[in-house]
């Protein structure tokens, strides 16, 4: 089982930057990806950006040369640098990993999530 922990949401304005943090912690063989995911009122959850544990990154064409993903494997934790954040990146933003068990099964686990909001 894996717990997904999330820091760093809050209110910020537009043009404006934030930080978040989401360290994964529990029972697991490995962390494979990863990310962040965003969800809108009225909208679907959708992608804002993943990384592998080998560092490649892949990131919404929405948020790419504002938003910066990284991570650091010795602490399972990921973070996702917002930069320049305009009025529709308001919303909740869910941590994402993908883990591997020890029995080998690979699991999808989601955070709590942390709300961002952006005024203009």
């Known amino acids: 089982q894996v717990q997904l922990v999330e820091s760093g949401g809050g209110l910020a304005q537009a043009g404006g930057s934030l930080m978040l943090s989401c360290a994964a912690s529990?029972?697991?063989?490995?962390?494979?990806?990863m990310g962040w995911y965003r969800q809108a009122p009225g909208k679907q959850r959708e992608l804002v950006a993943t990384i592998t544990s080998g560092g490649t990154t892949n990131a919404a064409d929405s948020v790419k040369g504002r938003f910066t993903i990284s991570r650091d494997n010795a602490k399972n934790t990921v973070y996702l640098r917002m930069n320049s954040l305009k009025s529709e990146d308001t919303a909740v933003y869910y941590c994402?990993?993908?883990?591997?068990?020890?029995?080998?099964?690979?699991?999808?686990?989601w955070g709590q999530g942390t709300q961002v909001t952006v005024s203009s």
């Open positions: 994402y990993c993908n883990a591997r068990r020890y029995s080998g099964v690979q699991y999808d686990y």
């Open positions: 529990g029972s697991f063989f490995s962390i494979n990806a």
